[in-house]
């Protein structure tokens, strides 16, 4: 069981380039989410979704798009990369279905960089 | 919406000795406050979680207590080993039916020495 898989576990990127982060999950959960985390500041929510073809905005949404054809996945796209969205990017999901906050499998993470 | 701050930033004990996180949060209807641990290079992994009809909570030597009226939850961790050493997150949040989202503290980073 290979739980939440994010790829690629690096990436480097010159300001204006875009890039999709990969996240899928084995587990049948309804309820996927992305945050990014950077020092100082914790983990914060960018967007997440209840199921297929249902996402909604987090804390920081802005610059990132997000779509969800299927359960098992749950991309994460830079149209315009920007230095601010230089950052670790974890992906998590949760079986929970009415308290989908809870209980949430993080994948190992994608350290991105933007030049 | 909801803030949680989380203290301190970064705690060092000795092995055996026990070591306890604090974090305050803003809404007063926030229900659910789980704490996750992160391993260097890993993602963050649920250790321990609380409800808000629940002052304490225990899971061998990890105990999470909560005071609703001054809206502040800790993690307690006893006989401390080095592999407890690791990123600490606590957070809050209401049901999503309420809109909730789960809101992270900032962090702290606990090293336990041998």
């Known amino acids: 069981n290979a739980g939440v898989t994010q790829t690629p576990k690096f990436q480097v990127l010159k300001t204006g380039q875009s890039m999709t982060l990969q996240c899928a999950q084995d587990?049948?959960?309804?309820?996927m989410s992305w945050y990014r985390q950077d020092p100082g500041m914790g983990l914060r929510l960018i967007h997440y979704s209840v199921g297929a073809g249902i996402t909604d905005q987090g804390e920081v949404p802005n610059g990132y798009n997000v779509s969800r054809s299927t359960t098992e996945d749950f991309p994460l796209r830079l149209l315009s990369a920007a230095p601010s969205q230089t950052s670790v990017y974890f992906c998590?999901?949760?079986?929970?279905?009415?308290?989908?906050?809870?209980?949430?499998?993080f994948g190992s993470g994608t350290q991105l960089s933007v030049l | 919406g909801e803030n949680v701050e989380q203290h301190p930033s970064t705690l060092s004990v000795q092995e055996g000795d026990s070591a306890v996180i604090k974090c305050t949060y803003s809404d007063s209807a926030s229900n659910y406050f789980p704490w996750y641990k992160q391993e260097l290079g890993k993602g963050p992994q649920l250790i321990i979680d609380?409800?808000?009809?629940?002052g304490e909570k225990k899971d061998q030597r990890i105990a999470v207590t909560l005071n609703k009226t001054a809206k502040h939850f800790s993690l307690h961790i006893t006989e401390t080993q080095p592999e407890d050493s690791a990123v600490y997150f606590c957070?809050?949040?209401?049901?999503?039916?309420?809109?909730?989202?789960?809101?992270f503290g900032q962090g702290t980073e606990l090293s336990v020495k041998p």
């Open positions: 609380i409800r808000s009809n629940v």
């Open positions: 998590a999901s949760s079986s929970q279905s009415w308290t989908v906050n809870e209980k949430l499998f």
């Open positions: 587990m049948n959960h309804e309820y």
């Open positions: 957070a809050a949040t209401t049901s999503y039916n309420q809109g909730g989202k789960l809101i």
